[in-house]
């Protein structure tokens, strides 16, 4: 991965539909998650895609440190995005800026619509994402540590929260966007999948898209998290029952 | 965005226990996944959606007719009645004290649920925030409040001694069938020890006995779903040596313990398999048996 010039652009899809590092519109980066990556944490999760890190952790359903926060008839869901000083080429300032509390809200937002929060009233449950190394996508990789780490902690929810990003870059549509993609392309697209319901409860945009190339980036990013769901699904497995166990609708048919 | 929320969810219930369907193999279901139950009620760690019901934590499947319920492998401590637990002062008021004991909740212990006689603010001078105690689980009230008491037989103050915590659903495998595991280990270590319902084992003994006691423990939690463990642990503690282990010496949190290929043969004492104790076979601490689900 050479370093690339503000000025010089890259090119960011060959004639015949590559990409930067090689891969169609529709492909994603490698990713590899391992569940229960931390011993002191309820609940762990470990997450490199393409060249991102992020560790997840989970502490919960717990007291509510400032008791002001508690809520009487359900648990509240803090979340905290950070990015650590040498997640990126530039030292990042450490610490809490707009941008990383921006994410942790939408996040925790996210989260919330599918933990079953009724049945924890006046707990909390905190969540810390730390991206160690960034490469674009750092809130959706967020988001699938964040969500392994939950089930990690056997904290109950609607499903399992695969995220990916969809961007448009050189005028095309592309799935899970690599940094220098995100930093020339013309649009950024992250969303968060209920696989369950089919429901999207993160999506964000920055950028242009015309209608048709969002409702395509939309159909494309839908599909991207259906394959992360099954990686997921495959590191809790791994984790729970490492002699591969038949899934509970196999047994029944 | 919360109105999407399935109606029908249920909490989960039977905290920590380590049991699968009672008929046929483990089925592990994690949250989201699909799970038969047609004519069945959604119980705990379901719910349904349109008639289809769903898993909504990660366990092993429970089919019991007609209730189908998931049973979590993993999570914090859900307090039952009757349990019997390890907790941690975390806060002193005029009349009350909060014990952390691994639930979602501090438990408050009244003055009045103690062996001492107090007049009101003096409840410092019995117990301070980290001092370790052994509670018995009274009641969970509908608010969600947990009540717990010192009043009975092996319930008090503990004074010195280490406190081991581990995850509450491998404390079956701690106690093991009729208490033969917890007896194996106090035998041979001559320790004293307190297994808390909770996951928060104290433990008081010599420094070198307690690191023995600290690695079987360890070696419970990591295996504790393989079967013959209770001799495994037994030549352990006889040899000093963990079968097939590259490792140099006992030790916490040393990374993972390759299997036990070799059974370690012990004289004599042929133990049938420990699998799971049975409920009422458990020593003390209270009864293991598995909530009714309405």
């Known amino acids: 991965m050479g370093s690339v010039g503000a000025k010089d652009v890259p090119v960011l899809m060959t004639e015949d539909g590559r990409r930067i ?92 619509s599918v933990i079953f929060v009724e049945e924890y009233p006046r707990t909390s449950i905190d969540i810390y994402i730390e991206v160690l190394q960034a490469n674009a996508g750092t809130r959706c990789a967020g988001v699938v540590a964040a969500s392994v780490a939950l089930a990690d902690a056997g904290i109950p929810m609607v499903d399992l929260l695969p995220a990916v990003a969809v961007g448009k870059v050189a005028g095309h549509v592309v799935l899970d966007l690599k940094k220098e993609e995100d930093n020339f392309g013309e649009a950024d697209l992250p969303m968060a999948l209920v696989p369950q319901s089919g429901r999207l409860v993160l999506l964000q945009m920055e950028g242009h ?25 495959r590191a809790l497995r791994e984790r729970y029952a490492p002699t591969g166990t038949a899934s509970a609708m196999e047994v029944a048919a | 965005m919360r109105d999407g929320h399935p109606p029908r969810h249920r909490g989960r219930g039977g905290g920590g226990r380590n049991r699968p369907a009672a008929s046929s193999e483990r089925i592990l279901v994690l949250p989201g996944e699909e799970v038969p139950g047609r004519g069945l009620k959604p119980g705990p760690g379901t719910y349904r959606v349109s008639g289809r019901i769903y898993a909504s934590v990660l366990g092993l499947l429970s089919h019991k007719p007609p209730v189908v319920r998931v049973v979590p492998l993993s999570g914090r401590y859900i307090p039952k009645a009757h349990d019997t637990v390890v907790g941690t002062v975390t806060d002193v008021q005029g009349t009350f004290w909060l014990l952390d004991i691994g639930a979602p909740r501090w438990a408050p212990l009244h003055m009045t649920g103690t062996p001492w006689k107090i007049d009101f603010g003096e409840t410092q001078q019995y117990l301070k925030v980290g001092d370790s105690v052994v509670v018995g689980v009274e009641a969970i009230e509908n608010t969600g409040r947990i009540g717990v008491t010192m009043l009975g037989e092996g319930l008090g103050k503990l004074e010195g001694g280490a406190m081991i915590t581990i995850s509450p659903a491998k404390i079956p495998r701690v106690i093991g069938r009729g208490g033969s595991m917890i007896q194996t280990i106090t035998r041979h270590t001559g320790a004293r020890i307190v297994v808390g319902q909770n996951g928060r084992i104290w433990v008081d003994a010599a420094p070198e006995q307690l690191l023995r006691v600290r690695e079987c423990l360890r070696v419970i939690e990591e295996e504790g779903h393989r079967s013959g463990l209770t ?34 043969v012990g004289p004599g004492d042929v133990e049938p398999d420990d699998d799971e104790p049975d409920d009422d076979e458990i020593a003390g601490s209270g009864t293991m048996e598995p909530t009714p689900d309405e």
Not at chain 2, 244 to 260: A, L
Request: glycine letters at 10%; one cysteine or more; a neutral charge.
């Open chain 1, 21 to 112: 590092d090689g891969r169609r519109a529709d492909e994603l980066r490698p990713l590899r998650i391992q569940a229960g990556a931390l011993r002191q944490a309820d609940g762990s999760a470990f997450v490199e895609w393409g060249a991102n890190k992020v560790m997840a952790a989970v502490y919960g359903p717990r007291e509510v440190h400032p008791r002001h926060l508690q809520e009487n008839n359900k648990a509240i869901v803090q979340c905290k995005y950070n990015m650590a000083a040498f997640s990126v080429d530039e030292r990042k300032r450490p610490g809490l800026d707009r941008r990383s509390q921006e994410i942790s809200k939408v996040i925790a937002e996210a989260f919330e």
């Open chain 1, 209 to 233: 898209m015309t209608r048709t190339e969002l409702s395509k980036a939309l159909d494309l990013g839908v599909g991207g998290c259906r394959k992360i769901y099954e990686e997921m699904k």
């Open chain 2, 231 to 264: 001799e495994r642990i037994e030549g352990f503690l006889r040899s000093g040596e963990l079968p097939e282990s590259d490792r140099d010496g006992p030790g916490p949190d040393v990374g993972p313990v390759p299997p036990f290929d070799r059974e370690p």
